[in-house]
T-cell receptor, first 115, second 112 residues
């Protein structure tokens, strides 16, 4: 597709269940980012991929969060044993190279609600 | 510890007038700044950016000003249009050069 695609667009899950969020970046973009936006908060950095490797996982809030990227393309963010505080919009972005002067294009986000 | 601060959660402006959105930062390693615009239920879209070697960048109705000594930048929209109504995020890059640090956003409402 022409833009960054995320699925599902909405996810409601019960506390304690695991969820997987998917991101399809723009074709050819080597850099991929996950951010989340909680209610009333700015965009919080979670993890950055360059190709398939993640040089910076510093934003992942706990060990319940993990992410992988395969084939330098699709990425999956997994949240295990979800908690109510995990409720947020999870945004994926990609950019051509990941450095300065490269614009990051965002997907529409996945709204996660943990009940 | 917020490194990028947008102290006004909302701003309301009349159509045709100027909108000024402000952003302050604390990290002196930041050297590239971006503004993103976000409509409800959509991801943020890039609007305009400025490098720290400049103090002004203009693109049509949008101008970003950077005051490095004050660690302050602002986005000017003139004339404002109702379609500009959205949340505007200020973001900064520096050091690692890949991790965007965002402010909390300012909701701009342009009234017809």
């Amino acid at each position: 597709g022409a833009g960054v695609s995320q699925s599902p667009s909405n996810k409601v899950t019960e506390k304690g269940k695991d969820v997987e969020l998917r991101c399809d970046p723009i074709s050819g973009h080597t850099a991929l980012y996950w951010y989340r936006q909680s209610l009333g908060q700015g965009l919080e950095f979670l993890i950055y991929f360059q190709g398939n490797s993640a040089p910076d996982k510093s934003g992942l809030p706990s060990d319940r969060f993990s992410a992988e990227r395969t084939g330098g393309s699709v990425s999956t963010l997994t949240i295990q044993r979800t908690q109510q505080e995990d409720s947020a919009v999870y945004l994926c972005a990609s950019s051509r190279y990941g450095g300065q002067n490269t614009e990051a294009f965002f997907g529409q986000g996945t709204r996660l609600t943990v009940v | 510890d917020q490194q990028v601060k947008q102290n006004s959660p909302s701003l309301s402006v009349q159509e045709g007038r100027i909108s000024i959105l402000n952003c302050d930062y604390t990290n002196s390693m930041f050297d590239y700044f971006l503004w993103y615009k976000k409509y409800p239920a959509e991801g943020p879209t890039f609007l305009i950016s400025i490098s720290s070697i400049k103090d002004k960048n203009e693109d049509g109705r949008f101008t970003v000003f950077l005051n490095k000594s004050a660690k302050h930048l602002s986005l000017h929209i003139v004339p404002s249009q109702p379609g500009d109504s959205a949340v505007y995020f200020c973001a900064a890059l520096g050091g690692s050069n890949y991790k965007l640090t965002f402010g909390k956003g300012t909701l701009l409402t342009v009234n017809p």
